[in-house]
T-cell receptor, first 116, second 112 residues
Framework: DTAVSQTPKYLVTQMGNDKSIKCEQN?????MYWYKQDSKKFLKIMFS???????INETVPNRFSPKSPDKAHLNLHINSLELGDSAVYFC???????????????FGPGTRLTVL | GQNIDQPTEMTATEGAIVQINCTYQ??????LFWYQQHAGEAPTFLSY????GLEEKGRFSSFLSRSKGYSYLLLKELQMKDSASYLC?????????????FGAGTRLAVHP
C-alpha cells in the first residue's frame, strides 16, 4: 500500500526520558512534515524537510530534533520529555513545498504520546 | 499573520445539509484547503479552492470568496459516517516556503 506510516502508534513514557518517533512515506514525495495536535485538537506544524533539507522550523523547544536520513524518512527525537509534550504527533508528506500550487498533504496515522 | 476562525461544534441530522464556515485573514493568498479528521485518525484531504466560487465533489462542495476572506464546506445528504472534525487550512509563505496553517477545526456530530 502506498502511504505514510509512523511507528509507534502509541507511546507511554515517564517524564525526563528520551524517545523517538519514526515516519516513512512510499509516495515518492519530496517534502515531509511533523505536526503536533494537542488535547484541544489544534494541529500545528513543527518542522518540514524538503529532500532531506530542513526548510521549516517553527518555535519548538530544542529538545525536539528531527532527522531525515533520506527523502522517504523523517524521524523525530525528543529529549527530556515533559508533561506538556503529551499530544498526537502526525507525520505528513507532499509532492513539493506547497509552492503556490495545489499540493495536498498526506498524513500518517499519528503517534499518541503520553508523558507521565 | 494568519487568523483562521471556524465554529467549534455543529450538530445535524442524517440526510440533512450542513454548511461549515471558515473565515481567514492572510497577508498573501495561496488557496484554501479543507481536511476531514475522524476521531483518533489522521486528517484526510477534502478540497482545495484558489479561485472564487463553488467546487462540487459528490456530496461535498467547497466555496471561496477571496474578497471576503470566507470559505464554506457544504455537506449534503449527511450520513452518520460524516461525523468528524473539519479543518480549514491556508498556506502561509515563510522563509521561501509555504506551510499550512490550520484552523482549530469544527466538530460535526450527525444524529439519526
Amino acid at each position: 500500500d502506498t502511504a505514510v506510516s509512523q511507528t509507534p502508534k502509541y507511546l507511554v513514557t515517564q517524564m525526563g526520558n528520551d524517545k523517538s518517533i519514526k515516519c516513512e512515506q512510499n509516495l515518492g514525495h519530496d517534502t515531509m512534515y511533523w505536526y503536533k495536535q494537542d488535547s484541544k485538537k489544534f494541529l500545528k506544524i513543527m518542522f518540514s524537510y524538503n529532500n532531506k533539507e530542513l526548510i521549516i522550523n517553527e518555535t519548538v523547544p530544542n529538545r525536539f530534533s528531527p532527522k531525515s536520513p533520506d527523502k522517504a524518512h523523517l524521524n523525530l527525537h525528543i529529549n527530556s520529555l515533559e508533561l506538556g509534550d503529551s499530544a498526537v504527533y502526525f507525520c505528513a508528506s507532499s509532492r513539493k513545498t506547497l509552492d503556490r500550487t495545489h499540493n495536498e498533504q498526506f498524513f500518517g496515522p499519528g503517534t499518541r504520546l503520553t508523558v507521565l | 499573520g494568519q487568523n483562521i476562525d471556524q465554529p467549534t461544534e455543529m450538530t445535524a441530522t442524517e440526510g440533512a445539509i450542513v454548511q461549515i464556515n471558515c473565515t481567514y485573514q492572510t497577508s498573501g493568498f495561496n488557496g484554501l484547503f479543507w481536511y476531514q479528521q475522524h476521531a483518533g485518525e489522521a486528517p484526510t484531504f477534502l478540497s482545495y479552492n484558489v479561485l472564487d466560487g463553488l467546487e462540487e465533489k459528490g456530496r461535498f462542495s467547497s466555496f471561496l470568496s477571496r474578497s471576503k476572506g470566507y470559505s464554506y464546506l457544504l455537506l449534503k445528504e449527511l450520513q452518520m459516517k460524516d461525523s468528524a472534525s473539519y479543518l480549514c487550512a491556508v498556506p502561509r509563505f515563510s522563509g521561501g516556503y509555504n506551510k499550512l496553517i490550520f484552523g482549530a477545526g469544527t466538530r460535526l456530530a450527525v444524529h439519526p
